[in-house]
């Protein structure tokens, strides 16, 4: 081999593991996970400030910067899709009894601040429509299905209230990124996120509304899982989402070598909330954003 083809050959060497290096640092960054990169989600609102799943809870989420709101939807007597965490409304209101005992009006009329703190007794029970109709399109919203099998058609009227908003939500990104950075300081996002325990009902939503993103919550009791059943997730959830105490780094990685998403619920303090942020997990759902 002459002087002048060894050089060359060097020269394309070179060149070959040059492209390798930059190739697997892109690779490498673009899965690197920063702390401004985690979504913050406002569990039931600033549910650790205020009365949860009420307007106050979710307008002080907002204005503490939180990415989403998260918030449980039921039936009422009714038919009318309502937002309220428990299947009964002993805990959270004077009254007692199951939430499909009592129509939308008289839960709307049921005081659901006291029990937090008497400053916020005008605090009322709230439809899923006038959630939608202060947020949607301003906020991300992280909307569970709460015990869906009590309330079978709930998916198709859920379904059919996002639709409705579809134009309003569009223009912010109906199922499109997650986050939609605002101008200056604002992290607040417009994105829609489904999630539930049920599996059959978050499978039954993703079929309704195929371009919005939909989130199993993994039980305690399901854990750990199996990876064929990851791969079951996977295959329909853009979401896994784990209660905070049992994440690892292993359950992340397997989560993201699916190219699945990850988040943390309930993160009340800061050791937590550091931990979750250095597993790499895409989202901490806390009672205390901001
Ligand atoms: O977002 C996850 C979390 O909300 C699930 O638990 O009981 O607070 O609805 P729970
Ligand atoms: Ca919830």
């Not at 106050?56 to 039921?74: K, M, P, T």
């Amino acid at each position: 081999m002459t002087s002048r083809r060894a050089t060359s050959v060097w020269r394309r060497i070179g060149l070959a593991l040059l492209f390798l290096c930059s190739a697997t640092l892109i690779i490498s960054a673009s899965n690197l996970h920063t702390a401004e990169d985690v979504l913050i989600i406002a569990h039931r609102g600033a549910s650790g400030y205020a009365p949860e799943n009420t307007m106050a809870a979710f307008e002080l989420a907002e204005r503490l910067g939180a990415d989403f709101i998260e918030f449980d939807v039921q039936l009422s007597k009714d038919g009318e899709l309502v937002v309220i965490h428990d299947v009964t409304v002993d805990r959270t209101t004077a009254f007692t009894g199951y939430v499909s005992q009592y129509t939308l009006s008289e839960l709307q009329g049921m005081d659901a601040g006291s029990y937090s703190n008497a400053i916020f007794a005008d605090e009322s029970l709230l439809s899923f429509q006038e959630v939608l109709d202060r947020f949607a399109g301003r906020m991300g919203m992280l909307i569970e299905l709460k015990e869906p099998l009590l309330y079978p058609g709930i998916e198709e009227k859920v379904a059919e209230a996002l639709k409705r908003r579809a134009p309003q939500l569009q223009v912010a990104g109906f199922g499109g990124s997650e986050r939609v950075r605002a101008v200056g300081k604002s992290r607040n996002s417009a994105a829609i996120i489904i999630q539930s325990f049920e599996r059959e009902s978050i499978r039954r939503m993703h079929a309704l509304l195929p371009d919005i993103p939909v989130a199993v919550l993994v039980h305690k009791d399901e854990h750990p899982l199996a990876p064929e059943t990851l791969d079951e997730l996977a295959s329909y959830s853009s979401y896994i989402n784990y209660s905070h105490d049992l994440l690892d780094e292993d359950i992340v990685r397997n989560i993201h070598a699916r190219n699945r998403k990850v988040m943390a619920w309930t993160v009340r303090n800061e050791k937590d909330m550091e931990r979750m942020k250095k597993l790499g997990v895409d989202g901490v759902i806390t009672d205390f954003p901001g």
